[in-house]
């Protein structure tokens, strides 16, 4: 209700050295009222609050009932993590929430092929069967599908749940084909603030885990991974 009455000063005032710049937009401009709903956003008046660096590589995004953290240009958890700590600890000194209901991590994967050097890969070789779909069938030559987009939810333990989007995306820069690999692990339920970070952890892991059962051990080793 604090969020809904007045302008989030204080926490601007607390983050503003790391996010300096201000943006108020009410939701109801950004989607439309039956999205709203189903995405659980808040009602018809709501706003939001984005708070972004300097070159508008993060944002921090406050609504009346969730706080959300976009890195655009993410390297490896344990940086992001330090920074997400940062945001949550003036959040919530100031607003003083005593659990989350719902806590969420998401990482957006997209594969093009010229920058790795797999031009003359098939996704067939870079993707496993059960993510290639028919892009691994004998019968079909990959190369002549042009649209490809699938959507799934699965429970996994611990009441975490998990939903994957992927498929074919074309690159901003060149217009290539590329492929997405967009996993959300989120628990919904009453999650202590103590615990927030734990949860989230654990969210990374098993997102690291998931990433690498999509792909081949070709396409992992082009990659280029390194121990931490």
């Known amino acids: 209700m604090k969020l809904e009455s007045e302008v989030p000063g204080k926490y601007q005032e607390a983050i503003r050295k790391l996010y300096p710049l201000f943006e108020s937009k009410s939701l109801s401009e950004e989607f439309p009222i039956e999205i709203s709903s189903l995405a659980g956003i808040g009602g018809i008046n ?3 609050y984005e708070f972004s660096d300097s070159n508008e590589e993060k944002v921090v995004v406050l609504t009346s009932d969730s706080l959300s953290f976009y890195h655009f240009k993410y390297e490896k958890w344990e940086t992001f993590k330090q920074e997400l ?3 949550l600890e003036p959040f919530e000194k100031i607003y003083e929430p005593p659990f989350y209901t719902r806590v969420s991590l998401r990482h957006v994967n997209v594969i093009e092929r010229s920058k790795l ?3 003359d890969y098939s996704w067939s070789k870079l993707l496993q ?3 290639a ?3 691994s069938s004998s019968d079909i030559n990959s190369e002549n599908i042009q649209s490809i987009f699938s959507q799934v939810i699965i429970k996994l333990d611990d009441n975490i749940k998990v939903g994957i989007q992927h498929g074919f995306v074309k690159s901003l820069e060149s217009e290539e084909v590329c ?3 967009d996993s959300t692990l989120f628990k919904e339920e009453r999650v202590s603030t103590d615990e927030t970070i734990t949860t989230l952890d ?3 892991k098993q997102s690291g885990r998931l990433f690498r059962r999509c792909i081949t051990e070709t396409l992992h080793n082009k990659m280029e991974p390194n121990p931490l």
Do not use: A, C, D
């Open 85 to 87: 700590i940062l945001i």
């Open 179 to 181: 492929y997405l690999i």
């Open 46 to 48: 709501s706003r939001s």
């Open 129 to 131: 069967p059960h993510v």
């Open 202 to 204: 654990q969210f990374n």
């Open 117 to 119: 050097g797999l031009t």
């Open 133 to 135: 779909g028919e892009l």
